[in-house]
Nanobody
Framework: QVQLVESGGGLVQAGGTLRLSCAAS????????VGWFRQAPGKGREFVSA????????YYTDSVKGRFTISRDNAKNTVYLQMNSLKPEDTAVYYC?????????????????????WGQGTQVTVSS
């Protein structure tokens, strides 16, 4: 089993920054990728970013490219999502997710079904 705990969400003005953290514990030795998804009120859960565990390749949805950066700290078993130039449309619950099943089925690790562990989510609210 793997446990994921997100932190770092909050309320910020447009143009501000936040850094989300995802701390993993348990049987993380077979990690293939870690991703971030988000879900805004009344909408489905959408892919935001991911990092492959074998080669550190990173992926982003188009709307956050150039503003968000995903990274990892192996010593702390933590993945970060640095979010800059935040916009009101970034408001959502952000979920950390991890795959111990297999390598990404898509070229950008954006397929939700690839991931088998999920955190509880952290709220990000961007005011205009």
């Amino acid at each position: 089993q793997v446990q994921l705990v997100e932190s770092g969400g909050g309320l910020v003005q447009a143009g501000g920054t936040l850094r989300l953290s995802c701390a993993a514990s348990g049987r993380t030795g077979s990690t293939y990728a870690v991703g971030w998804f988000r879900q805004a009120p009344g909408k489905g859960r959408e892919f935001v970013s991911a990092i492959r565990w074998d080669d550190d390749r990173t992926y982003y949805t188009d709307s956050v490219k150039g503003r968000f950066t995903i990274s990892r700290d192996n010593a702390k078993n933590t993945v970060y999502l640095q979010m800059n130039s935040l916009k009101p449309e970034d408001t959502a619950v952000y979920y950390c997710t991890l795959s111990t099943q297999y390598y990404c089925s898509s070229s950008d690790c954006s397929v939700r079904e690839d991931y088998n562990y999920w955190g509880q989510g952290t709220q990000v609210t961007v005011s205009s």
